[in-house]
């Protein structure tokens, strides 16, 4: 595709419901990337894959987020029981690669991102 | 583990410098700046490498003091459009195979 694509771009949920967040990445990106993005905040790394894989899921808040990545493409990452605390912009990012063995030198092309609001 | 960016915020008239820095209390392999304007995605502007090795972008640039773990992004002839938030990311030297760490951004907002 053109670019990362995101969906939905805009979720509005209750409290203590569950929701899951699409990422499309960039044929061919072998890394992805998921960022939280709270209001006047930083870049919250969350979670990356490389291919379908994990390595480093040091970014989770709790136990109620989860990522999964199936053949090497689509992402998704499932909060559940959301919380007001949750309410943020989550952006997915890819590239080319995940630079072997040093980490991550490509760089990371983002989505839109998707605006979630726990009411 | 989060690098700390400075200023916090800068605010320019057109035509006037400013100097953006990244600091880190780890080694680092390498630093990545990005630009986001207000209401849009990240853009990916360059990345520096330990060992000197510079990916650029156009009328910006930058250095990477690998002894201190500092970058500074230097916009010089600022222009309306290097206006938004600009973050460092740095990749740890060890362990290996670490994700991006990002700063909490600087804001440069640049009038006529």
């Known amino acids: 595709g053109a670019g990362v694509s995101q969906s939905p771009s805009n979720k509005v949920t209750e409290k203590g419901k569950d929701v899951e967040l699409r990422c499309d990445p960039i044929?061919?990106?072998?890394?992805l990337y998921w960022y939280r993005q709270s209001l006047g905040q930083g870049l919250e790394f969350l979670i990356y894959?490389?291919?379908?894989?994990?390595?480093?899921k040091s970014g989770l808040p709790s136990d109620r987020f989860s990522a999964e990545r199936t053949g090497g493409s689509v992402s998704t990452l499932t909060i559940q029981r959301t919380q007001q605390e949750d309410s943020a912009v989550y952006l997915c990012?890819?590239?080319?690669?995940f630079g072997t063995g040093v980490g991550g030198s490509y760089e990371q092309y983002f989505g839109p991102g998707t605006r979630l609001t726990v009411t | 583990q989060q690098p700390v960016q400075s200023p916090q915020a800068v605010i320019l008239r057109e035509g006037e410098d400013a100097v953006i820095n990244c600091s880190s209390s780890?080694?680092?392999?390498?630093v990545h700046w990005y630009r986001q304007k207000h209401g849009e995605a990240p853009v990916f502007l360059m990345i520096?490498?330990?060992?000197?090795e510079q990916k650029g972008h156009e009328k910006i640039s930058a250095s990477f003091n690998e002894k201190k773990q500092q970058s500074s992004l230097y916009l010089t002839a600022s222009q309306l459009s290097y206006s938004g938030t600009y973050f460092c990311?740095?990749?740890?030297?060890?362990?290996?195979?670490?994700?991006?760490?990002f700063g909490k951004g600087t804001t440069l907002s640049v009038s006529s």
């Open positions: 990012a890819s590239s080319l690669g």
């Open positions: 044929s061919g990106h072998t890394a």
């Open positions: 894959f490389q291919g379908n894989s994990a390595p480093d």
């Open positions: 520096l490498l330990k060992g000197g």
């Open positions: 780890k080694a680092l392999y390498s």
């Open positions: 990311g740095t990749e740890r030297a060890n362990p290996a195979g670490t994700a991006l760490i």
